[in-house]
């Protein structure tokens, strides 16, 4: 089970952590990857963070801005949000999955419910 929390308002240039916390398994075992989805649009690639925190790649939109970490130790994988943007605004998803560099929605097997980022103008 995934469950994601950390969301919330914010003004654009500001930052946000989000966490991701992992309970019924290791996530160290899991590629670990944030998706995103705004009203109207496709799910999005974030982000995503390989087994032993040795790599992490992002989607295009967020490079430079945003980073993420894992904490094997407490099973949490987190996503720093830096100049944020009203662009940004989205539903935040964590996900688990076994494909190295996975960065489409099938290369994920399970998902958390989702926490909400608003970024105001």
């Known amino acids: 089970q995934l469950v994601e929390s950390g969301g919330g308002l914010v003004q654009a240039g500001g930052s946000l952590r989000l966490s991701c916390a992992a309970s019924g398994g290791s996530s160290s075992t899991y590629v670990m990857g944030w998706f995103r989805q705004a009203p109207g649009k496709e799910r999005e690639f974030v982000g995503g963070?390989?087994?032993?925190?040795?790599?992490?790649y992002y989607g295009d939109s967020v490079k430079g801005r945003f980073t993420i970490s894992r904490d094997n130790a407490k099973n949490t994988v987190y996503l720093q949000m830096d100049s944020l943007k009203p662009e940004d605004t989205a539903v935040y998803y964590c996900a688990a999955g076994t494909v190295a560099g996975g960065t489409v929605i099938a290369s994920y097997r399970y998902w958390g419910q989702g926490t909400q980022v608003t970024v105001s103008s």
């Open positions: 963070i390989n087994w032993r925190r040795t790599s992490t």
